[in-house]
Each structure stands twice: as C-alpha cells, then as structure tokens.
C-alpha cells in the first residue's frame, strides 16, 4: 500500500509539473501577440513583479511566511529567479531564440543534476539520465529546426548558460525550502517576492512606455498571473514529491508547446525535423512517466 501511495503521488507530482511546463511555453506566443514597442528586459520583469505580488499575497494571507526562514536560502533561491529571468532574455536577444533556448533550458537538468550531487551528495538516478538526454537532444533539434540563419554569438551562449544555471539554482534550494516544511505557495511567495525586488531597477530604469497601452498591461497581467503565479504554485506542488533534477527535466516540455503553439497560433511551420524532436521530447517524458521503484517522499506534508 505505501508502494503504491509513493507512486500515485510521483505520478500526481509528475502531472503538475507538466501541466506547469505548459503554461511556461505560451509565454512566447503571448510575447509575439502583445505590443511590438514590448522590450525582452522589461517583459521579464514585470512577469516577475506581478507574479511575485501575488504569490506573496497568497503567502501572507496563509500565514505561511511566519516562523523561522533560512534567509540565504531565500535570498539565493530569489537570486536565482532573478538572473534566469534577465540572463535569459537577454541572452536570446544576443544570439537567437533558438540558440538561446538550447543552451539555456537544456542546461537546465544538467545544472539541477550537479548542484544536488553538491548539496544532497549523492547522482540522480539512471531513469533520469535516459530521460534528460532523450529531452535535451528532442530540445536541440526542435529549437535548431527553426534556425533559417543561425548566429552564434559568444557573450549570448554564456549567458544563456547563467540562465540555466539560475534556473537550476532556484529549483535545487526551493526543493531545499520544502524539505524543510515550508509549504510550495510560501516557497514561491518568498523566492519570487526576492526576484521581484531584485528587478525592480529593471523597471524603474528601463523603456516602459509599452504598459502604458491596453495591449501592454494584458501580457503583462497574463505574464504575471498565469505563467508565473499559477504555473509555479503547479511548479512548486510537484516539487515538494520529485527531485529538482527529475522537475527540470519535465520542463523541457516547455519547448515543445512552444512549439506546437507556434504552429497554430502564429502559423509557424514546425517540419520533419520539428516533428522529430518533438518526438524525443515526448520519448523523453515518457521515460519519466514509466512506473519504477519510488522512494520515500522527502518533505514535510504541508496543505498546499
């Protein structure tokens, strides 16, 4: 029977962070509806800023940022919100959304996988390996399908990499922060709370004229509300039952609606070689979702 509750809860765990992931890849397609005079900086900002408000309401309102909190982990997990954020955006704007998107998001599992061998001292599991390298080579050849003229740039590769190594910081120590019994919406309240004042210099000095329209304020209010504040309490839900690097690995599906959305919203043609990392991405989810040996859920059983 315990067996059993292990796995029901990994598959649980496994849907939220999907259905998570799903909501992060409408995020370009929105971008791509929205105001053209929109700037990658402020966009992310103000995605962070409303959605940090609103996760740090809800954690208030629950009385969950009461009690003892390890500030440097706080601090480091809104740290790493801060810099994906910025890194990422900015890298994509150096060296192209697709270079940009293979370098960052697929170093994601890679970054998540190192820094729990540093913290927890222990490798993710073999399962995990098959599924990430599945998922990262589907990411490459979907994001590469879509280059009509790629351009590399130095300075945009490495700061990609800052992007997938905040991302996979913030994932490792907010799994951190559930471990020690601190719920998933005081988790993303405090984490992204710190993100957003972190990027409000962001805001106060970058080109902002683009919220003052009715387009503006819409994505930036779906920014905020739906592919941050929700998507992330589903983020944080199933983090609390998987290790960081198995979540991040599951987020590689993110690419893949982006993808797809890109095909039927912006008529964007995805192409055989599209399809054939799509088909990896799935290959690679699928490996995640099979049923295995479970281990013991590691945190603290806090209502979400």
Same mark, same amino acid.
């Given at each position: 029977?315990?067996?059993?509750?292990?796995?029901?809860?990994?598959?649980?765990?496994?849907?939220?962070?999907?259905?998570?992931?799903?909501?992060?890849?409408?995020? !370009?397609?929105?971008?791509?509806?929205? #105001?053209?005079?929109?700037? #990658?900086?402020?966009?992310?900002?103000?995605?962070?800023?409303?959605?940090?408000?609103?996760?740090?309401?809800?954690?208030?309102?629950?009385?969950? /940022?009461? %009690?003892?909190? *390890? /500030? *440097?982990?706080?601090?480091?997990?809104?740290?790493?919100?801060?810099?994906?954020?910025?890194?990422?955006?900015?890298?994509?704007?150096?060296?192209?959304?697709?270079?940009?998107?293979?370098?960052?998001?697929?170093?994601? *599992?890679?970054?998540?996988?190192?820094?729990?061998?540093?913290?927890?001292?222990?490798?993710?599991?073999?399962?995990?390996?098959?599924?990430?390298?599945?998922?990262?080579?589907?990411?490459?050849?979907?994001?590469?399908?879509?280059?009509?003229?790629?351009?590399?740039?130095?300075? $945009?590769? %490495?700061?990609?990499?800052?992007? %997938?190594?905040?991302?996979?910081?913030?994932?490792?120590?907010?799994?951190?922060?559930?471990?020690?019994?601190?719920?998933?919406?005081?988790?993303?309240?405090?984490?992204?709370?710190? !993100?957003?004042?972190?990027?409000?210099?962001?805001?106060?000095?970058?080109?902002?004229?683009?919220?003052?329209?009715?387009? !503006?304020?819409?994505?930036?209010?779906? /920014? !905020?509300?739906? #592919?941050?504040?929700?998507?992330?309490?589903?983020?944080? $839900?199933? /983090?609390?039952?998987?290790?960081?690097?198995?979540?991040?690995?599951?987020?590689?599906?993110?690419?893949?609606?982006?993808?797809?959305?890109?095909?039927?919203?912006?008529?964007?043609?995805?192409?055989?070689? $599209?399809?054939?990392?799509?088909?990896?991405?799935?290959?690679?989810?699928?490996?995640?979702?099979? *049923?295995?040996?479970?281990?013991?859920?590691?945190?603290?059983?806090? #209502?979400?």
């Amino acid at each position: 029977m315990f067996v059993e509750l292990c796995n029901n809860l990994g598959r649980m765990a496994r849907l939220q962070v999907l259905l998570a992931a799903i909501l992060f890849g409408t995020t !370009g397609t929105a971008q791509a509806l929205g #105001p053209d005079a929109s700037t #990658p900086l402020t966009v992310g900002a103000s995605r962070i800023l409303i959605g940090g408000v609103v996760l740090a309401t809800l954690a208030l309102a629950r009385g969950g /940022l009461r %009690g003892r909190w *390890p /500030l *440097p982990l706080v601090v480091l997990s809104g740290i790493g919100v801060a810099v994906y954020q910025l890194a990422f955006f900015q890298a994509v704007a150096d060296t192209g959304v697709a270079i940009g998107a293979i370098v960052a998001i697929g170093s994601g *599992p890679v970054f998540a996988g190192l820094l729990e061998r540093i913290v927890d001292g222990r490798w993710p599991d073999r399962r995990w390996l098959a599924a990430t390298t599945l998922a990262t080579t589907g990411v490459a050849v979907l994001t590469l399908a879509s280059v009509s003229e790629a351009s590399l740039s130095a300075t $945009g590769i %490495g700061l990609a990499l800052v992007s %997938g190594a905040g991302y996979a910081t913030y994932t490792v120590v907010a799994k951190r922060l559930l471990r020690l019994g601190h719920g998933p919406i005081p988790v993303m309240g405090a984490s992204f709370g710190v !993100g957003a004042l972190l990027l409000l210099p962001v805001l106060a000095f970058g080109d902002t004229a683009w919220l003052r329209t009715g387009e !503006g304020v819409t994505l930036a209010l779906y /920014l !905020g509300l739906v #592919p941050t504040a929700l998507a992330y309490l589903l983020f944080a $839900g199933g /983090l609390r039952h998987l290790d960081a690097s198995e979540v991040t690995t599951i987020v590689l599906a993110e690419p893949l609606t982006a993808t797809v959305l890109g095909a039927i919203v912006l008529d964007e043609r995805i192409g055989v070689a $599209g399809a054939v990392g799509a088909a990896l991405v799935l290959a690679g989810l699928a490996v995640l979702a099979a *049923p295995g040996r479970q281990r013991r859920p590691e945190t603290a059983e806090v #209502p979400l």
